[in-house]
Each structure stands twice: as C-alpha cells, then as structure tokens.
C-alpha cells in the first residue's frame, strides 16, 4: 500500500512564527504537492516538485516556499505565519506522467491554526 | 478556463437512494477525469476515474457518466449507503500538462441517513 505521512495532524502556532510541515511518502514517486483545503473552495496546490531540488509554484504560492533535498520527503514552509494560513494542508505524490500513472496519494493531512 | 466547477455544496439523501453530484469545465484539454472521496479525519482517495473516449464507468454501486460535447461529468452512487457519506471531489487533468496539474471542484459534503 502506498503510504504518505504528515509530520503532524494538528498544529498550533502564533503569528509571525516560521512553520514547518513535512511529508514523507514511501512508494518512489517522481511527483510530490502541497495542497491547502478550505470549505467551499475545494483542493487549492500551493506547489509541486517533479523531482529532487525541483519544484513549481501552484496556484497560490504567496507565503510558501518548499524544500525537496530528497525524493521521499517534500516540506512545506511558512515564512512568516498569518492567521489567513489557518487550513488543512494535505500532501499528494504520484508516479510521474511518463509512467502512466495520474493517481495522486493523500496524506491524512495537517490541520494548522495560526492564532 | 482551467475551473471545474461541481454542485450541489451538499447533498442529503435516504438509505437506498441514488446521490447525483455534478462537475463542468470549460478547459477542452482536460482528458482525465477522477473522483475523489474524503472521509472525515482523512485524505481524499481515488474512488473511480475516466477517460473522455468512453461515456460511462461503473464500478460496484458507483458510476461516472461523461457527456463531451457538454463537458460536463457526474458522479452516480446507486443504493446510497450511510458509510458513504464523505466528501467528494470532482477533478480534472491535461495529458498534455506537464505540470502534473489535477484541477479540483470545490466539493460535496454528501450525508445518507439511515
């Protein structure tokens, strides 16, 4: 079975702080993503990395960055944190497209508050 | 362009009745089309997916039906059972992306009562 853990299920921080979430999958997938969740807007990427030290913006970047040092391992960081950061973060990995896979593996995620 | 929009927010429906959830798009690139269903607590999971060469899949209780010419895509759940209430998530993909890129719906909280 494909597994992808989430370094924490719940996290509490303050405004300001640096913020950490990392994720480790065990399959040797090519592709890892960071996604927020929030009600009524869906599954929103922040970024994704196709391969070690690579990474893309998604969809909403602004206050991330990312760390892919190696394949099994993808992390999310909050610069700076905001209370407009409170949300789940759920991580995916897949195979790459080249392999013919599309299916992307959730985490069972990180819920964050930012108080 | 690169929206799938799904209805409705939510759904109620009785032991034993079909759950209709509903996606459209716009993007004539997407060919790949998945469902995804989040329990509670949880990450969301493959539940079926389909390509855009057929018009329906089915798999157990669960059916995607796919109409091309009006890019739209829904999701059918036959018999609905309480432990199917989750949360679905329609999604979408470019083969030619390559950016790997699924494109979410916004989600359906669906509840069977008993």
């Known amino acids: 079975d494909v597994k992808v853990t989430q370094s924490s299920r719940y996290l509490v921080k303050r405004t300001g702080e640096k913020v950490f979430l990392e994720c480790v999958q065990d399959?040797?997938?090519?592709?890892m993503f960071w996604y927020r969740q929030d009600p009524g807007l869906g599954l929103r990427l922040i970024y994704f990395?196709?391969?070690?030290?690579m990474k893309e913006k998604g969809d909403i970047p602004e206050g991330y960055s990312v760390s892919r040092e190696k394949k099994e391992r993808f992390s999310l960081i909050l610069e700076s944190a905001s209370t407009n950061q409170t949300s789940m973060y759920l991580c995916?990995?897949?195979?790459?497209w080249g392999e013919g896979r599309a299916e992307q593996y959730f985490g069972p995620g990180t819920r964050l508050t930012v108080t | 362009q690169q929206q799938v929009k799904q209805s409705p927010q939510s759904l109620i429906v009785q032991k034993g009745g079909i759950s209709i959830i509903n996606c459209a798009y716009e993007?004539?690139?997407?060919?790949?089309f998945p469902w995804y269903q989040q329990f509670p607590g949880k990450g969301p999971a493959l539940l079926i997916a389909i390509r855009p060469d057929v018009s329906e899949k089915k798999e157990g209780r669960f059916t995607i039906s796919f109409n091309k010419s009006a890019k739209q895509f829904s999701l059918h759940i036959m018999d609905s059972q309480p432990g199917d209430s989750a949360t679905y998530f329609c999604?979408?993909?470019?083969?030619?992306?390559?950016?790997?890129?699924?494109?979410f719906g916004s989600g359906t909280r669906l509840l069977v009562r008993p």
């Open positions: 990395s196709y391969d070690v030290k």
């Open positions: 999604a979408a993909r470019a083969t030619m992306d390559s950016s790997y890129k699924l494109i």
């Open positions: 993007n004539t690139a997407f060919d790949y």
């Open positions: 995916a990995s897949s195979f790459s």
């Open positions: 399959m040797d997938h090519e592709n």
